[in-house]
């Protein structure tokens, strides 16, 4: 596993991966670097945060509820097959 792990790494791919990350990592440390920033602001940026992740998260839970429902209502098939126990109408 190690192995495959170092191959992946150091592969030109890898090595891609891992400098973009850098720079994103970098982005944001120049992005939170805020001195006016005091503990009350950083809390309410995550309170922010938290409550915008449960409205999101509600949004797109009730968006696949009703295409869930939407697909249940069109899909039909008729069975060919006749019930166990039950006699067929036309013999008699």
Known sequence: MFQLFEL???SP?????????QDILYAVFV?????????N?????????LALAIVLGVGISILFWR???RER?????VSLHAEPGRESDTAE
Do not use: H, P, R, W
Request: charge should be negative; aromatic fraction near 10%; proline fraction near 0%.
């Open 8 to 10: 992946i790494m150091t």
């Open 13 to 21: 791919i890898g090595v891609f991966l891992i400098a973009k990350a």
């Open 31 to 39: 992005a939170a670097d805020c001195d006016e920033c005091g503990f």
């Open 41 to 49: 602001d950083l809390g309410k940026l995550l309170f922010g945060g």
């Open 67 to 69: 295409l869930k429902e």
């Open 73 to 77: 209502n069109e899909i039909s098939f």
